[in-house]
């Protein structure tokens, strides 16, 4: 089972190795508290398993939205304790290049991180094969769209700040040329189901080294929250 949660968006997914089983999604406004755990029940019970069936649980750490990795985290928590199940921690910008698996793009994931900052990674995708191309990092818009100008093949912008980084991008004569689009909105946003595939294949490549405990799970915001910004300000 996997949850996403990382944006205003949030979903759950159930696969049996690269089987989707199920997946709800919903995109309305509401928190995740009160979304994500009658989803699971849904999805529990339209797929007729039990949660004692469940052999892992997935969960993307982030980057994203503080309170909904934090949210997301204590849902997966609660539901691997109960279980004494392993636990796999996925990259939310990794999990979104799974909606274009069997393409031959380079999906650049950017989600909204505010204060004209995105947070964003590159990856290359040919067939169902998916190669990292950056770490995941807090950006400025200016230097991410100086890198995606240096990029040779197409490339489908993906996230939450997808449409902010194709606006600046198209009014600029530096990409004139370039391929460069805007992904679908049924494939820009991350997904649970990118969240399970994505922990399948780090347990094919490493084993029971991708698993974790419960326990351990943190997430991994990339900067400081405003709070925290407005705390160190204070301190000096």
Do not use: W
């Not at 997935?58 to 909904?68: I, L, N």
């Not at 939310?92 to 290049?97: F, I, P, V």
């Not at 997904?191 to 490549?205: E, I, M, N, P, T």
């Amino acid at each position: 089972m996997a949850i996403d949660s990382s944006a205003g968006a949030g979903s759950v997914a159930i696969v049996e190795d690269k089987t989707l089983l199920g997946e709800a999604f919903v995109n309305v406004g509401l928190t995740h508290s009160q979304t994500l755990m009658p989803m699971v029940a849904d999805l529990l019970k339209n797929t007729d398993i039990s949660l004692e069936e469940i052999d892992a649980f997935a969960v993307s750490v982030g980057p994203g939205s503080f309170t909904g990795l934090r949210i997301g985290l204590a849902s997966i928590k609660g539901m691997a304790f109960a279980n004494d199940a392993p636990c796999i921690a996925v990259s939310t910008l990794r999990s979104m290049t799974y909606n274009f698996l069997f393409e031959d793009v380079t999906v650049c994931a950017a989600m909204d991180a505010h204060c004209n900052q995105l947070y964003s990674a590159t990856f290359d995708v040919c067939a169902e094969k998916i190669t990292r191309l950056t770490p995941d990092r807090a950006i400025s818009m200016d230097k991410l769209c100086e890198e995606i100008s240096k990029l040779e093949k197409k490339v489908v912008l993906v996230g939450d700040g997808a449409v902010l980084c194709y606006n600046k991008v198209i009014s600029d004569l530096a990409f004139k040329g370039k391929e460069i689009f805007l992904a679908p909105e049924g494939k820009r946003f991350q997904r649970a189901s990118g969240v399970a595939f994505a922990a399948f294949d780090a347990y094919l490549k490493d084993g029971k080294n991708a698993l974790i405990r419960a326990e351990d799970l943190v997430p991994k915001y990339l900067k400081l929250s405003q709070a925290e910004r407005n705390l160190g300000k204070k301190a000096f």
